[in-house]
């Protein structure tokens, strides 16, 4: 594996315009559960009676907002995750002046809490809650639950909704085409710790038009192109042994 970091690291330090594409994988070293592995969370009993793609779609949310919000906090927000080498290194590597875009599948706002600066979260993210009526926005830590455990608006009294993409909804467009600019423009694009399984996210890859395309994951994935290279590892082993 050493040489294939080393083909990392060389293009990085050449590289204009990085565009970095992650999955759960990215996730997963800072204690946070990914949804489809052979141990992810829909392989898990979800502790009711329907799946757990059911509950955290938005019909679910609508018809059973005390269950969803039971199983949404329980399992899909982690206030005590830290950033890991990956988003430490991504968030130094642009403080240190260079051109870093970051596409991410996940909704915990780790590459921000590294201090990343452009990130475009295609599934949103369970820091940001808004109101339904209003448009009011609060942060998590802000939350103030009713006696079912269901976040209300302090003004109104409507339901709190967190900024993340259920089931059954559209992706944001505004994050969709900021994330489409990034990857046009890339010279060198990782892509890490994702299956490629979830659309219209994957699809994003096909416009790609660099030369330099980098595979961080455990597993194979369905990526064939001319000089790609593939690193079959942890994604935090990878970037605790680059340097910026």
Request: charged share 20%; aromatic share 10%.
């Amino acid at each position: 594996m050493q040489s294939e970091i080393e083909q990392l690291q060389a293009m990085i330090d050449q590289s204009k315009h990085l565009v970095f594409f992650g999955g759960a994988g990215v996730s997963t070293e800072s204690g946070i559960p990914d949804f489809r592995s052979s141990k992810g969370l829909y392989m898990q009993d979800s502790g009711y009676q329907v799946s757990a793609e059911e509950i955290i779609s938005h019909s679910f949310y609508e018809q059973h907002p005390k269950i969803f919000f039971e199983f949404y906090f329980n399992n899909l927000v982690y206030p005590d995750a830290k950033p890991n080498p990956c988003h430490q290194f991504l968030a130094d590597y642009e403080h240190s002046g260079h051109d870093v875009q970051i596409v991410t599948q996940n909704i915990d706002e780790l590459h921000q809490q590294a201090g990343s600066q452009h990130v475009f979260e295609l599934h949103g993210n369970v820091y940001r809650n808004y109101c339904e009526a209003h448009q009011h926005f609060y942060r998590y830590e802000d939350l103030e639950l009713d006696e079912d455990g269901i976040p209300r608006c302090s003004e109104d009294h409507s339901i709190v909704k967190p900024d993340v993409v259920l089931y059954q909804e559209a992706l944001n467009e505004q994050e969709i085409l900021g994330a489409v600019r990034a990857i046009e423009h890339a010279d060198v694009l990782i892509v890490a710790g994702t299956s490629l399984s979830v659309y219209p996210a994957a699809g994003l890859l096909n416009y790609f038009r660099g030369e330099e395309l980098v595979v961080i994951n455990q597993s194979n994935l369905p990526l064939h192109r001319e000089n790609l290279l593939t690193i079959k590892a942890k994604v935090g082993d990878v970037f605790s042994q680059l340097s910026v």
